[in-house]
């Protein structure tokens, strides 16, 4: 497992390194439909992780952002974003990252996320914790709401989504506040490292939570859906906090789709 983690790793980095490069320079945007704009960086970066990804483990599946990947026979499959936070690197935002999981038969066992603007490289292998630049990371120790900094995305348009906006309110309300970064994959690793203390969204890919979700739990935080029922990677939401607040968030949630029903 050490050796996919470290080719990951190199992997995410040359990757990183290309978006670095490429986000100095004036973006060149296009549209997979109205809300889902696309870069030449997503393309040139998927192209590149695919490329390396194949000559190393030629037999591994491969689900990827922009359609590069193809699925194999095999029990293993890389779950590749290969620019998360897109909108926020076509505006000059600088919040974006690289995001690459490993599954072994559907079950996250190795993930890499690399944020190639601050050089911090998040990994997680199953079992063996979570770190930041090779210092192990651990989630918060808030217990209350109160002392709370929460985080959330939204689609671009927030297409089908405003019942987000009604959690956003509700927790602006109760804790400290609630950011809206624009990459999930870093909104989940600022959650392993203790920076938030909570995050949920309601509707993510695969790849941008494999290795974010990974994180998380090695961490030592919870994940869930957002009714407190297990994960599941290929399905909707997606909820994790560092465990104490973990309650107290999901009957928030409650409280606020109970309300939104009687109205
Ligand atoms: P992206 O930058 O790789 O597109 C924003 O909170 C998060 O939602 C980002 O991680 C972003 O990933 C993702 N996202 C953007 N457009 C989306 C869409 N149409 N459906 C689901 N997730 C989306
Ligand atoms: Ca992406």
Not at 10 to 31: H, N, T, V
Not at 199 to 226: C, H, I, M, Q, Y
Request: with cysteine; charged share 25%.
């Amino acid at each position: 497992m050490e050796n996919y983690l470290n080719t990951a790793v190199d992997i995410a980095r040359e990757a990183g390194a290309l978006l670095a490069q490429l986000f100095k320079r004036p973006k060149e945007i296009s549209y997979k439909s109205r809300s889902d704009l696309v870069t030449d960086a997503d393309r040139r970066s998927e192209a590149l992780i695919v490329e390396r990804l194949r000559s190393h483990f030629p037999k591994h599946g491969i689900v990827a952002e922009e359609g590069g990947g193809g699925q194999t026979e095999s029990d293993y499959c890389w779950y590749v974003d290969p620019l998360d936070g897109t909108t926020n690197f076509a505006h000059g935002f600088p919040v974006f990252c690289v995001t690459l999981a490993l599954a072994y038969r559907g079950e996250v066992v190795a993930g890499v996320v690399y944020d190639s603007i601050h050089e911090e490289l998040f990994t997680a292998e199953r079992g063996a914790g979570a770190y930041l630049n090779n210092q192990r990371i651990r989630v918060s120790k808030a217990a209350t709401l109160a002392e709370c900094l929460v985080a959330t995305g939204f689609p671009p348009f927030a297409d089908n989504h405003d019942l987000n906006i009604e959690y956003y309110y509700r927790f602006t309300q109760l804790c400290h506040g609630v950011r809206r970064a624009g990459s999930a994959a870093l909104d989940l690793c600022s959650v392993a490292a203790g920076r938030f203390d909570g995050f949920w969204e309601l509707k993510l890919n695969p790849w941008d939570k494999a290795a974010g979700t990974l994180l998380v739990t090695e961490a030592g935080g919870r994940v869930s859906n957002l009714d407190g029922g297990p994960f599941e990677l290929l399905a909707d939401p997606v909820f994790v906090s560092n465990g104490l607040v973990h309650d107290a968030m999901l009957a928030v949630f409650a409280d606020v789709l109970k309300n939104r029903v009687k109205r």
